[in-house]
């Protein structure tokens, strides 16, 4: 499966304050679980502050059960996955797009669901553009609409986006449609902060959310007016976690049917358990060393941090293969590109470019940089004469795989042996969003992070690019030419071009290296066998919408 948020998300995209709750915190939504019932329940490391797809990137989770997207992820490569475009289709000059809502749609209010909802929740956010409360701060953001001419709902049935450049924005894009009688008086200003969303929610995906206890839990209610008819479910309660051991212990104990983000013990753990079945699946997530690369406010300790020689000579100390063999033990791929295997159409393994691990070559490079231990203390000084004394910190963004802290500690040890101490800051994903937000919102002053990030496929790339420093690009790294690059991919349709535009942008960003790629990371999950059937095989969830909560059953 190569899927998940965030961003997502990204995918993962960044991910905004907000802590989960310990165990014992959520004994309301969390009762002991009972087949009779059919409430789904399911946990995952996940922190949501508000459901306010406009104002946070945390609530990927929960809201995706909820809204639709036009397109997006899923509906490209499923053909039983579609969001609220039925159909779609793109003229001849690669500008005007097609799309053919849902007839006789409803949002779960009962109102109806129309192309001129779509256009709304468009043209909302393109209307902010440019203006003090500009929608860009959340899952609904006006990245990409830069590229749009028009948005225009044809008939209820019709919807039209006309680009100003080629582009595949409209069916890549991750905005969730809103109803237009419920948002249509919210100002921009209410819509970036103060307004919650609260619950009950309407919206046209087959799980409503009918109550949110930040922290803890959401429970949601079926659809009755979900377009292939209501879930056969009686309801679904998603448990927000900060840790996968919440999720292990509640898979076993028959308070959970499905877990995300299990660690490789726990998976392994219950794969012998003969009542629950284990997935492990590729996905868009990427574990990496970043450094602080910024220059002024929020800058780092030293400006060893700021030469590209330095980091890649510590690239040279950083083993791939034994982070995937010990610390993750074999559930993930070796790092090398900020593009992993997952995405398979950009995918390379950079060969003719790819450092190697060898400790004498990092400290051989090192010294040539000018990065000496000049006093023969076993520590190195800076070009300063500084001795380095670095602080990495570490930690989970929300609605990511969990980041264990084993590789982190083969990086300390490495770093050490050749000269460069490292202390470690743990941090909760609220306290690790804040830490590496812009600096112009405050972020920064660390040295060297280990964190992830998980992207859609069309923006894998973001996670170098200027116009996204913080969040997804933690780095704070700048280059015109990689933004360039960016730019051109943003107006590029065809497929070879853009697999030519991100070979040359892999190829910068890996030489440049504000990042070192650990692994690419393997999705570990579990179900159980006893209370539901309609889960999918490859992959018993979809990462990127609600799939196969709109098809689960009881047993």
Avoid at 111 to 133: E, I, V
Avoid at 285 to 290: I, S, T
Avoid at 451 to 464: F, M, R, V, Y
Wanted: hydrophobic share 40%; proline share 6%.
């Amino acid at each position: 499966m190569d899927k998940w948020s965030l961003t997502r998300r990204t995918a993962l995209k960044a991910m905004l304050l907000g802590s989960a709750a310990p165990w014992s915190m959520l004994s309301k939504a969390f009762a002991a679980s009972s087949c009779s019932d059919h409430m789904v329940r399911i946990g995952a490391i996940v922190a949501p502050d508000t459901l306010n797809p406009f104002a946070s990137w945390s609530n990927w989770w929960p809201l995706a059960f909820t809204y639709d997207f036009l397109v997006c992820v899923d509906a490209q490569r499923y053909p039983d996955r579609k969001g609220f475009a039925e159909q779609w289709s793109v003229a001849d000059d690669n500008l005007t797009w097609t799309f053919k809502i849902w007839p006789g749609m409803k949002w779960s209010d009962g109102q109806p669901a129309t192309a001129q909802d779509a256009a709304f929740t468009y043209n909302y956010l393109r209307d902010s553009m440019g203006k003090p409360d500009e929608l860009n701060g959340g899952n609904n953001s006006t990245d990409g609409l830069e590229s749009v001419a028009s948005v225009t709902a044809l008939d209820d049935e019709k919807l039209q986006i006309v680009t100003k450049v080629p582009t595949r924005w409209p069916i890549d894009n991750a905005v969730m449609i809103v109803p237009r009688h419920i948002w249509k008086d919210i100002s921009y200003a209410e819509a970036r902060g103060a307004f919650r969303n609260d619950p009950p929610l309407v919206g046209t995906g087959p799980m409503i959310v009918s109550e949110f206890q930040q922290g803890q839990f959401a429970r949601f209610t079926p659809n009755e007016h979900f377009r292939t008819g209501k879930p056969a479910t009686a309801g679904m309660i998603f448990n927000f976690f900060n840790s996968a051991d919440p999720i292990a212990q509640g898979l076993k104990s028959g308070n959970l049917d499905y877990g995300a983000g299990v660690t490789a013990a726990q998976w392994a753990d219950l794969s012998k358990d003969p009542d629950i079945v284990v997935g492990r699946s590729p996905v868009e997530q990427r574990n990496y060393l970043a450094f602080n690369t910024a220059t002024g406010k929020g800058a780092g300790s030293t400006k060893a941090l700021q030469d590209p020689a330095f980091r890649d000579a510590i690239g040279y100390a950083i083993d791939q293969k034994t982070i995937v063999d010990r610390a993750m033990q074999g559930h993930a791929d070796p790092g090398v590109g900020v593009i992993g295997p997952a995405v398979t159409a950009y995918y390379s393994d950079l060969d003719d470019i790819r450092r190697h691990f060898d400790l004498s070559e990092a400290g051989r490079r090192l010294d040539a940089a000018g990065y000496k231990d000049i006093n023969d203390d076993g520590i190195r000084e800076d070009k300063d004469g500084k001795s380095f004394q670095l602080e990495l910190v570490t930690g989970t963004f929300s609605g990511l795989l969990e980041i264990p802290i084993a590789p982190v500690q083969l990086i300390v040890g490495w770093l050490g042996q050749i000269g460069i101490p490292v202390s470690v800051t743990q941090l909760d994903s609220g306290s690790l969003s804040a830490r590496t937000a812009a600096p112009i919102k405050g972020g920064g002053g660390w040295d060297l992070l280990v964190a992830a990030t998980w992207g859609t496929p069309e923006h894998q790339l973001w996670i170098g690019d200027s116009k996204h420093i913080g969040s997804p690009n933690t780095s704070y790294w700048t280059n015109d030419k990689f933004d360039r690059l960016v730019s051109e991919l943003d107006v590029t349709v065809d497929l070879k071009k853009r697999q030519e535009l991100i070979d040359q942008a892999m190829r910068l960003i890996y030489t440049e290296s504000p990042y070192i790629v650990l692994c690419y990371p393997r999705l570990l999950e579990a179900r159980r066998k006893d209370c539901f059937e309609g889960w999918g095989t490859d992959d018993m969830m979809s990462m990127w919408a609600y799939s196969p909560f709109d098809r689960l059953r009881p047993a």
